[in-house]
T-cell receptor
């Protein structure tokens, strides 16, 4: 099973709202990732968790707050977002190590109004 | 620094034509890993293949084949007898052996029509 699930599929939120994106995998992967993808652009890495610890933060603004409650779950908490944060947010997982491929979820399409 | 170049922004072909998507990469690492991903309109990136820098064997999987040439720093992807379901954006990506970050190319949008 190479499935990564993400909820919700679509999210519309105002600039003062607080919301969360959720990601789950049951492949036994211990590395999990958040990416942001704008239209007609490649994905941009935001965060990497390795063994449930944050290992990479690509200088992401603090209005994005990641959380990894356990080895299967990854959350992205959103607060006081800007309209330019509207994008497709992709979660991925992989085995730990640089050689392993990442498996992506279907993404959450976020619109900030 | 790492860099992946996909010079073809968009390609349109008629079904059953063969099509090759180009990927050229730059890295100073001697150990690195190359990947191809497919992103259909639904949005999910689908993993297609991983190739290690020390393994230059070409690979064929059904209608898909990959040509890895270290001498020209290229990792090209060919679809034989294309089908409408192949319509998607295809990304080539590079991960050096010393880094955790994937560097993606800008993607090639393939449109296959009847």
């Amino acid at each position: 099973d190479t499935e990564v699930t993400q909820t919700p599929k679509h999210l519309v939120m105002g600039m003062t709202n607080k919301k969360s994106l959720k990601c789950e995998q049951h492949m036994g992967h211990r590395a999990m990732y958040w990416y942001k993808q704008k239209a007609k652009k490649p994905p941009e890495l935001m965060f990497v968790y390795s063994y449930e610890k944050l290992s990479i933060n690509e200088s992401v603004p603090s209005r994005f707050s990641p959380e990894c409650p356990n080895s299967s779950l990854l959350n992205l908490h959103l607060h006081a977002l800007q309209p330019e944060d509207s994008a497709l947010y992709l979660c991925a997982s992989s085995q730990v190590g640089h050689s392993y491929e990442q498996y992506f979820g279907p993404g959450t399409r976020l619109t900030v109004t | 620094a790492q860099k992946v170049t996909q010079a073809q922004t968009e390609i349109s072909v008629v079904e059953k034509e063969d099509v090759t998507l180009d990927c050229v990469y730059e890295t100073r690492d001697t150990t690195y890993y190359l990947f191809w991903y497919k992103q259909p309109p639904s949005g999910e990136l689908v993993f297609l293949i991983r190739r290690n820098s020390f393994d230059e064997q070409n690979e064929i999987s059904g209608r898909y084949s990959w040509n890895f040439q270290k001498s020209t720093s290229s990792f090209n992807f060919t679809i034989t007898a294309s089908q409408v379901v192949d319509s998607a954006v295809y990304f080539c990506a590079l991960r050096p052996g010393t880094a955790s970050k994937l560097t993606f190319g800008t993607g090639t949008r393939l449109q296959v029509t009847l």
